[in-house]
C-alpha cells in the first residue's frame, strides 16, 4: 500500500467506550500529525510527532492520547468521550516538520460519533 | 490572533472559470498552501506560493500578494469533478500552519 491509511473509516461509540484510531503511513516520512476536521470550521492540529517524538500538543483533553511506537504508525486513544467529540479526525504525513514547503499528505479520515 | 478568511460556499458552471479567495492576518509568513477536499475523501495538496505572483498549474493557478495577504486559486474549464472544498493554509513564522475553514465550490452543468 502507499499513502497514508486510516482505520477504521467510521466509528461509533458510546461515553464510556475506550477505542483506537489507526494510521499507518508508507512514504517513508518523519513526521506524523493528528487533526480534527468539524463542519465549518478550519482544521485543528492536535498532535505532531517528529521521528517518534511528540513536538506538539495542542491543549488537547486528556481523554485524547495519542501513541507513535515506530515512524511509520499513529494511534489516537480514545476513552470517556463527549458527544461534541464527534467529528472527522484526519492523520497526516510530511517528509520533515518545522520547515517551510511542509506539504502534507492526508489520510482519508476516521468518522468518529460518540453517542 | 491569527486568522483566514475564505468564503463558505461558491457555485459556478462547468466550462467556466471561478476564482476562490484567501485573507490572512498572521504573525509571519512561510507559505501559502491549498488543498483541495471531495467529500468523504483525503484533502490533496495543489500549490504552494511564497513569492508574490502567479503559479499555473495546467487548469489551476495560484496567486500570492504577500503585502496585502492575499491569494486567490483560478480555477478554468471547470469539470464537474472540480466540485470539492478548497482549503487555504498559511505557515506562520513558527511554521505552524493556519487553516482556513473551506471554500465548498459546487459546479452545475
Known amino acids: 500500500e502507499t499513502g497514508v491509511t486510516q482505520t477504521p473509516r467510521h466509528l461509533v461509540m458510546g461515553m464510556t467506550n475506550k477505542k483506537s484510531l489507526k494510521c499507518e503511513q508508507h512514504?517513508?516520512?518523519?513526521?506524523m500529525y493528528w487533526y480534527k476536521q468539524s463542519a465549518k470550521k478550519p482544521l485543528e492540529l492536535m498532535f505532531v510527532y517528529s521521528l517518534e517524538e511528540r513536538v506538539e500538543n495542542n491543549s488537547v483533553p486528556s481523554r485524547f492520547s495519542p501513541e507513535c511506537p515506530n515512524s511509520s504508525h499513529l494511534f489516537l486513544h480514545l476513552h470517556t468521550l463527549q458527544p461534541e467529540d464527534s467529528a472527522l479526525y484526519l492523520c497526516a504525513s510530511s517528509q520533515t516538520q518545522g520547515s517551510g514547503a511542509n506539504v502534507l499528505t492526508f489520510g482519508a479520515g476516521s468518522r468518529l460519533t460518540v453517542l | 490572533g491569527q486568522n483566514i478568511d475564505q468564503p463558505t460556499e461558491m457555485t459556478a458552471t462547468e466550462g467556466a472559470i471561478v476564482q476562490i479567495n484567501c485573507t490572512y492576518q498572521t504573525s509571519g509568513f512561510n507559505g501559502l498552501f491549498w488543498y483541495q477536499q471531495h467529500a468523504g475523501e483525503a484533502p490533496t495538496f495543489l500549490s504552494y506560493?511564497?513569492l508574490d505572483g502567479l503559479e499555473e498549474k495546467g487548469r489551476f493557478s495560484s496567486f500570492l500578494s504577500r503585502s496585502k495577504g492575499y491569494s486567490y486559486l483560478l480555477l478554468k474549464e471547470l469539470q464537474m469533478k472540480d466540485s470539492a472544498s478548497y482549503l487555504c493554509?498559511?505557515?506562520?513564522?513558527?511554521?505552524?500552519?493556519?487553516w482556513g475553514a473551506g471554500t465548498k465550490l459546487i459546479i452545475k452543468p
Open positions: 506560493n511564497v
Open positions: 493554509a498559511v505557515m506562520d513564522s513558527n511554521y505552524q500552519l493556519i
Open positions: 512514504l517513508g516520512h518523519n513526521a
